[in-house]
């Protein structure tokens, strides 16, 4: 199946108003999206997640996941999120989204096995181009 024929569901978990309206914008461009929800804190998210569990159709095929936000950082959403990631009908790849050139935080993304990779902000058009259609 060519990967460009399937529109795909999006999560994307970040608490800066600016980042995720410009990331929305560029992510309708890339025409692959069907569905794009948006949590500003990692608590909503996994709210979410929990609440659709057993339900392909709804869980997301990507989640973009920022580190720092209130009431529930993405540290923190991981933590959680590796509880309950076997009952999800559905396992979504995880994006961490972050502006932190922090060596330490690039190096913790890596080293969990839930993170597909770490992307530093902002995200152009091209890299959310080649994450939704598979084509790196």
Same mark, same amino acid.
Do not use: C
């Given at each position: 199946?060519? /990967?460009?024929?399937?529109?795909? =569901?999006?999560?994307? $978990?970040?608490?800066? #108003?600016?980042?995720?309206?410009? #990331? ?7 025409? #692959?999206?069907? /569905?794009?929800?948006?949590? !500003?804190?990692?608590?909503? #998210? ?8 057993? +339900? !392909? %159709?709804?869980? &997301? %095929? ?7 936000? !209130?009431?529930? %950082? ?15 009908? =559905?396992? &979504? +790849?995880?994006?961490?989204?972050? /502006? /932190? $050139? ?8 890596? +080293?969990? !096995? ?7 902000? &902002? ?14």
């Amino acid at each position: 199946m060519n /990967s460009l024929s399937k529109k795909q =569901k999006l999560l994307l $978990v970040d608490d800066d #108003a600016i980042f995720v309206e410009i #990331a929305k914008r560029t992510i309708e461009k890339t025409g #692959a999206v069907e /569905s794009l929800k948006v949590f !500003p804190d990692g608590e909503g #998210a996994i709210s979410f997640l929990k609440e659709h569990q057993s +339900e !392909p %159709d709804i869980i &997301p %095929d990507f989640i973009f996941l920022d580190i720092n936000m !209130p009431f529930m %950082d993405g540290w923190q959403f991981l933590d959680e999120y590796a509880n309950f990631v076997n009952s999800l009908s =559905k396992k &979504p +790849e995880i994006y961490m989204v972050s /502006s /932190s $050139v922090d060596d330490s935080d690039l190096r913790r993304a890596k +080293e969990i !096995p839930l993170v597909k990779d770490y992307i530093i902000k &902002p995200v152009s058009l091209d890299s959310f181009k080649k994450i939704l259609t598979n084509q790196f």
